[in-house]
T-cell receptor, first 112, second 115 residues
Framework: QKEVEQDPGPLSVPEGAIVSLNCTYS??????FMWYRQYSRKGPELLMY????GNKEDGRFTAQVDKSSKYISLFIRDSQPSDSATYLC????????????FGSGTRLSIRP | DTGVSQNPRHKITKRGQNVTFRCDPI?????LYWYRQTLGQGPEFLTY????????KSRLLSDRFSAERPKGSFSTLEIQRTEQGDSAMYLC?????????????FGPGTRLTVL
């Protein structure tokens, strides 16, 4: 079993819709939770960074962490075609606080 | 452009050949990381440096792989006797290294194809 599980999609929604992306994880030592966006043939770009449980909002993006359920989410409001990309959840902590463990990514397409 | 840069962007090689990739981190970032990403998967950690010291290596990094960061600035990743299974995107990231909360910034990657 992978440490981080993420539905690969693809997920296709109309422009303006609210998008919900989710990951589950098994390692209770993870303390830092991230969402990266990756456009085709590009490197990952950090979108959101949260510590422990709770919510964090940045513009149209909201990240939620529920450590008791080992479940994290990213919500995108008023989705735009430019949001079409692969979204990677990521986390770190525990015995190796430096390396990031990534999910496999969810491919998202926003239809105009 | 002051981001992480990687060269070459693409490399095609024949099985059994050696290849070397270069990463130039963001200036003043003392940590540098290498990851590998295959199609449809997230990046997987390979190794990381703090300044010139290599502090951690993944079990994914077989003895055909070697990484260096000779003066704590740029880094090279060499793969000897390449195999078709080495075909992947090799990503480099750097960070300031300010504890566990530091942010890793990724470069555009080097896409390796082994024929």
């Amino acid at each position: 079993q992978k440490e981080v599980e993420q539905d690969p999609g693809p997920l296709s929604v109309p422009e303006g819709a609210i998008v919900s992306l989710n990951c589950t994880y098994s390692n209770s030592a993870f303390q830092y939770f991230m969402w990266y966006r990756q456009y085709s043939r590009k490197g990952p770009e950090l979108l959101m960074y949260t510590y422990s449980s709770g919510n964090k909002e940045d513009g149209r993006f909201t990240a939620q962490v529920d450590k008791s359920s080992k479940y994290i989410s990213l919500f995108i409001r008023d989705s735009q075609p430019s949001d079409s990309a692969t979204y990677l959840c990521a986390m770190k902590g525990g015995s190796s606080a430096s390396k990031i463990i990534f999910g496999s990514g969810t491919r998202l397409s926003i239809r105009p | 452009d002051t981001g992480v840069s990687q060269n070459p962007r693409h490399k095609i090689t024949k099985r059994g050949q050696n290849v070397t990739f270069r990463c130039d981190p963001i200036s003043e970032h003392n940590r540098l990381y290498w990851y590998r990403q295959t199609l449809g998967q997230g990046p997987e950690f390979l190794t990381y440096f703090q300044n010139e010291a290599q502090l951690e290596k993944s079990r994914l990094l077989s003895d055909r792989f070697s990484a260096e960061r000779p003066k704590g600035s740029f880094s090279t990743l060499e793969i000897q006797r390449t195999e078709q299974g080495d075909s992947a995107m090799y990503l480099c990231a750097s960070s300031l290294g300010s504890g566990a909360t530091d942010t890793q910034y990724f470069g555009p990657g080097t896409r390796l194809t082994v024929l």
